[in-house]
């Protein structure tokens, strides 16, 4: 798949193993580099503006996934993943202080039922109605520097 508009560019591949295993894989790159300029204002009695560029570049990305559904309602998901530095070390700045990323990630999907959704809107009297999965999102995260 290709997002050329952006100069982002990324693939995804999943592979069910068995029934309930899934292998998913996804590599691709960003061109940082359109969000270089980066413009400031000063808004002053003697008001100035100037553009600071960051010298960013193309990142590339990988990543690699398992999701083992043990039930028609619950999911468990694992991945890893990587994401090189879009700046070079010499361009590194202090409010901006871009490397390399690794992520490990896991957790649980789980579906309790479905919502039912059915609305009337007075103004036009034009009905919707369906079904929603459950919207709940549970994150505990960490991070190591």
């Known amino acids: 798949m290709c997002f050329a508009c952006t ?4 693939t995804f591949l999943a592979w069910q ?4 295993w899934l292998m998913l894989a996804s590599i691709g790159w960003q061109d940082w580099s359109e969000f270089g300029a980066v413009g400031v204002e000063i808004d002053s009695a003697n008001p100035q503006s100037f553009s600071v ?4 570049k193309y990142i590339w990305y990988l990543s ?9 309602r619950l999911r468990w998901n694992a991945g890893i993943g990587y994401d090189s530095s879009a700046v070079d070390d010499r361009d590194r700045t202090l409010d901006n202080p871009m490397n390399e990323t690794w992520r490990l990630a896991t957790g649980f999907n789980y579906r309790p039922g479905d919502m039912e959704v059915d609305q009337q809107r007075r103004s036009t009297d034009v009905r919707t ?5 459950n919207a709940a999102l549970h994150i505990i995260a960490g991070g190591v520097v």
């Open 7 to 10: 100069g982002n560019y990324e």
């Open 17 to 20: 193993v068995r029934p309930d």
């Open 53 to 56: 560029e960051r010298e960013y």
């Open 64 to 72: 690699l996934g398992l999701q083992h559904r043990i039930n028609a």
């Open 129 to 133: 109605f369906g079904e929603y999965s």
